[in-house]
């Protein structure tokens, strides 16, 4: 069964240090999706992309984050100056088309700021 | 905008006990209805959808969910429960008009624990 790679599966960064987060979603899908659990509370959504651009973001989605395919493969996820509430899981997700299809997820990034 | 209730937070059973989660969901629109499971230290996994048509809907592992349109509800439901199902549980949903790029919005999560 296709699934959404993660890379990598736990990430510790000093605060103020830009990560790069990477996804792999299934080959056909169209839309993309960036989630984020913060230990302990629900999941989160951040942004979702479609067409090469950001279709919608949450208050969370600031800009210290921004979001790129650049090679019609990675889905990338970067938080610029990191901050220790960024501390969380970091998902993203992949949906093949329409509004009727499920939403498959990646194993997830577990962020650490220190 | 869309917002989903989970109203157990932590629930404890024993091995062969029934299970019922509930889910409630707040959108005056046309909705699809999801539950995810989260193994400990695992990612989501889909246990079950409603997109339309028969309101009770069989996903994986025996696990189940009905649709009560008018009390706006997404309970789960197993008839026995094993201890392979501790793990946490998230109702999701996601609105059909708000554009097709629609994003999934979870509930706070139920923790299952299953005692042996």
């Known amino acids: 069964e296709p699934e959404v790679t993660q890379t990598p599966s736990h990430q510790v960064t000093q605060m103020g240090q830009e990560v790069i987060l990477r996804c792999v979603p299934i080959?056909?899908?169209?839309?993309f999706y960036w989630y984020r659990q913060i230990l302990g509370q629900k999941v989160e959504f951040l942004v979702s992309f479609y067409n090469n651009e950001i279709s919608e973001k949450s208050e969370i989605f600031d800009d210290q984050f921004s979001v790129e395919r650049p090679d019609g493969s990675n889905f990338t996820l970067k938080i610029r100056s990191t901050k220790l509430e960024d501390s969380a899981m970091y998902f993203c997700a992949s949906r093949k088309g329409g509004s009727n299809y499920g939403y498959t997820f990646g194993s997830g990034t577990r962020l650490t700021v220190v | 905008a869309q917002s989903v209730s989970q109203h157990n937070h932590h629930v404890i059973l024993s091995e062969a006990a029934s299970l019922e989660l509930g889910c409630n969901y707040s959108?005056?629109?046309?909705?699809?209805l999801f539950w995810y499971v989260q193994y400990p230290g695992q990612h989501l996994q889909l246990l079950l959808k409603y997109f339309s048509g028969d309101p009770l809907v069989k996903g994986i592992k025996g696990f189940e969910a009905e649709f009560i349109k008018s009390k706006f509800s997404f309970n789960l439901r197993k008839p026995s429960v094993q201890w392979s199902d501790t793990a946490e549980y998230f109702c999701?949903?996601?609105?059909?008009?708000?554009?097709?790029?629609?994003?999934?919005?979870f509930g706070t999560g139920t923790r299952l624990q299953v005692t042996l």
């Open positions: 999701a949903v996601n609105a059909r008009d708000t554009g097709t790029a629609s994003k999934l919005t």
């Open positions: 080959s056909n899908h169209l839309y």
């Open positions: 959108y005056g629109g046309t909705v699809n």
